[in-house]
């Protein structure tokens, strides 16, 4: 199986990929989290997209495409991606299904975690401290998330046409959503 977890930033998108990951044996796939690797490593790449990610805009559709790509295509990784911050757009989402396609596969479940904006704001900040991401800072927080809304939750309806869209409640406790998201998954997996 495929997913898609889907919400803004600071919903728990990345714990709740971990824990899925490792429950049903899936590969978390985040493209934040290539891009930072980037950007550590001071690749050609990771130099012109910094001061892109620290202002908290979104990098060109055809970067973030192409290193989705290296794994989409990989006999490793097939039917075991969970999709974590990317698509963050409609063409990204258009593209999604297209590369799926080529490899003959298909996006079989996206969860969307939704989440108050003070709570984002919480969140954020806590995260600051434990992961010090360059953009987790207020006023870069606040850009992500009208980004969120502006670009990336248009993507909501898209999905939501083809059925495969399930809301979980981002304000619950890390375990409570844990438990949902597993029954969610073992329901599709029959
Ligand atoms: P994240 O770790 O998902 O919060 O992403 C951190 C930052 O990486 C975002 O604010 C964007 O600058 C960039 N980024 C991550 N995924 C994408 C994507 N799918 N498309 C464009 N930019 C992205």
Redesign the pocket.
């Known amino acids: 199986m495929n997913l898609v977890i889907f919400g803004p930033?600071?919903a728990g998108?990345?714990t709740q990929s971990k824990f899925i990951s490792n429950r049903f044996n899936l590969h978390q796939l985040?493209?934040?989290?290539?891009?930072?690797i980037e950007i550590k490593n001071k690749t050609i790449l990771g130099s012109k997209?910094s001061s892109?990610?620290?202002?908290?805009?979104?990098?060109?559709?055809d970067?973030?495409t192409t290193l989705?790509e290296k794994y989409i295509s990989q006999n490793t990784y097939k039917n075991r991606l969970i999709f974590?911050?990317?698509?963050?757009?409609l063409n990204?989402a258009i593209n999604l299904d297209k590369l799926l396609k080529k490899y003959d596969q298909k996006i079989d479940l996206v969860l969307n975690l939704s989440v108050k904006l003070d709570t984002i704001k919480k969140r954020i900040l806590e995260r600051r401290f434990q992961e010090k991401?360059a953009?987790d800072n207020e006023v870069?927080a606040i850009k992500?998330f009208k980004?969120y809304e502006s670009s990336t939750k248009p993507v909501l309806d898209y999905y939501n046409k083809s059925n495969l869209l399930k809301d979980v409640n981002g304000e619950a406790s890390i375990t409570e959503i844990n438990v949902e998201i597993s029954g969610i998954i073992e329901s599709i997996k029959g």
Not at 30 to 36: F, N
Not at 84 to 89: A, E, I, L, S, V
């Open positions: 930033p600071g998108k990345g985040s493209t934040g989290e290539l891009l930072r997209i892109i990610m620290n202002s908290g805009d979104l990098v060109s559709d970067i973030v989705i974590d911050g990317y698509p963050r757009n990204q991401r953009d870069v992500r980004n």
